[in-house]
């Protein structure tokens, strides 16, 4: 079965600084999509970055940043020059490329920027 | 504009008794699915559709149904079955793979 999971529940880091959210992933497939999503508390799902499987090179999206390690299964997310606006709660997901389009989610990280 | 469209984002259910959720999308999305979110935690897959007439089961299916008359439409329905409805619930759609998901804006079911 397919599975992701996020072993960091809480998370805090200063403004201005980086933070980097871990993720890890279970799948047989060979092709799949990586997503981190934000949810802020509006409860909005916001996305913030995906990576194609098949692409080796990591995505980069203004402050946001991955680090993609595919045979490790490993996903993170790296938040540079943190902001108030950051907080929120971090999902990593998961759909595979092939015929079951299922996308699941991990438990999420909840991050706190502090002042 | 395009978008996906929940309501109504506030419902309250006496025990007992079924509801439903609405769930309506014009991005022309194959794929809907509906989420579960409880307080703390990360958000589990009730039903998926990825085509009209169509749908699975996700890890938390039972106590819920769904219906995939129509493509823009992917209604929820909660039954008296479903021991602990209380929760925060989320529809979502997309195209195959890799394309985001586009989210509603949720709707908070309680139980009273």
């Known amino acids: 079965a397919q599975t992701v999971t996020q072993s960091q529940p809480e998370m805090s880091v200063q403004e201005a600084e980086t933070v980097t959210l871990s993720c890890t992933y279970d799948t047989s497939e060979s092709n799949y999509y990586l997503f981190w999503y934000k949810q802020p508390p509006s409860r909005q799902m916001i996305l913030v970055i995906r990576?194609?499987?098949?692409?080796?090179q990591n995505a980069t999206e203004n402050r946001f940043s991955v680090n993609f390690q595919k045979a490790a299964k490993s996903f993170s997310l790296k938040i540079s020059d943190s902001q108030l606006g950051d907080t929120a709660m971090y999902f990593c997901?998961?759909?595979?490329?092939?015929?079951?389009?299922?996308?699941?989610f991990g438990t999420g990280t909840l991050l706190a920027v502090q002042p | 504009d395009g978008g996906i469209t929940q309501s109504p984002k506030y419902l309250f259910r006496k025990e007992g008794q079924n509801v439903t959720l609405s769930c309506e999308q014009n991005?022309?999305?194959?794929?809907m699915y509906w989420y579960r979110q409880d307080p703390g935690q990360g958000l589990r897959l009730i039903y998926y559709s990825q085509i009209v007439n169509d749908f699975q089961k996700g890890d938390i299916a039972e106590g819920y149904s769904v219906s995939r008359e129509k493509k823009e439409s992917f209604p929820l329905t909660v039954t008296s079955a479903q021991k602990n409805p209380t929760a925060f619930y989320l529809c979502a759609s997309n195209d195959w793979g890799d394309t985001e998901a586009f989210f509603g804006q949720g709707t908070r079911l309680t139980v009273v």
């Open positions: 990576q194609e499987a098949y692409k080796q």
């Open positions: 991005l022309n999305h194959d794929a």
């Open positions: 997901a998961f759909v595979d490329g092939g015929a079951t389009n299922k996308l699941i």
